[in-house]
T-cell receptor, first 112, second 109 residues
Framework: GEDVEQSLFLSVREGDSSVINCTYT??????LYWYKQEPGAGLQLLTY?????DMKQDQRLTVLLNKKDKHLSLRIADTQTGDSAIYFC????????????FGQGTELSVKP | DGGITQSPKYLFRKEGQNVTLSCEQN?????MYWYRQDPGQGLRLIYY???????QKGDIAEGYSVSREKKESFPLTVTSAQKNPTAFYLC????????FGQGTRLTVV
């Protein structure tokens, strides 16, 4: 079955690193995604990783993928108050016609 | 500018009424999706359309209806059969990854 799990809340201090974790169930997903949602807004694609990669770095963002454990993480270096938002991971199972399956979202709170 | 426009941003519905949420895109994407967002539950798929004049039910289609008469437009009607319609509704297109509108917050009064 399809299921994407995330913890609901994470609180960090400004300047620290944040690590948001996600587990998924469908190993057929070619890409795995991280989206950011600011209050009252839609979702913006932050980054994605191809399933045959272990790591992808994009400025302050690092995505780690452990295919064996079906575990995905997003690390935000030097977290800023502007990073406060809800972060969603998503998978796109091969046999689902491109549909994205989203986790519940992790609310990141950055304290000054 | 290319993008997805949802309107209105806020919508109030009386019990027993049908309301229609608009979603328009100028990205020339074939696939369009409607999601419902409730706190702590992530996004749940209501309906999706891979091509004009065709659409499929998602995981929570009961109480909703859609049409796809034009590539650019995918309106969602929340009918009186939907017992708990208060939520944030997100429209998206899909081309490799998903692109989202800014959402419509529907409240039943």
């Amino acid at each position: 079955g399809e299921d994407v799990e995330q913890s609901l809340f994470l609180s960090v201090r400004e300047g620290d690193s944040s690590v948001i974790n996600c587990t998924y169930t469908d190993s057929s997903s070619t890409y795995l995604y991280w989206y950011k949602q600011e209050p009252g807004a839609g979702l913006q694609l932050l980054t994605y990783i191809f399933s045959n990669m272990d790591m992808k770095q994009d400025q302050r963002l690092t995505v780690l993928l452990n295919k064996k454990d079906k575990h995905l993480s997003l690390r935000i270096a030097d977290t800023q108050t502007g990073d406060s938002a809800i972060y969603f991971c998503a998978e796109s199972p091969y046999n689902q016609g491109g549909k994205l399956i989203f986790g519940q979202g992790t609310e990141l709170s950055v304290k000054p | 500018d290319g993008g997805i426009t949802q309107s209105p941003k806020y919508l109030f519905r009386k019990e027993g009424q049908n309301v229609t949420l608009s979603c328009e895109q100028n990205l020339n994407h074939d696939a369009m999706y409607w999601y419902r967002q409730d706190p702590g539950q992530g996004l749940r798929l209501i309906y999706y359309s891979q091509i004009v004049n065709d659409f499929q039910k998602g995981d929570i289609a009961e109480g909703y209806s859609v049409s796809r008469e034009k590539k650019e437009s995918f309106p969602l009607t929340v009918t009186s059969a939907q017992k708990n319609p208060t939520a944030f509704y997100l429209c998206a297109t899909l081309a490799g990854t998903a692109f989202f509108g800014q959402g419509t917050r529907l409240t039943v009064v």
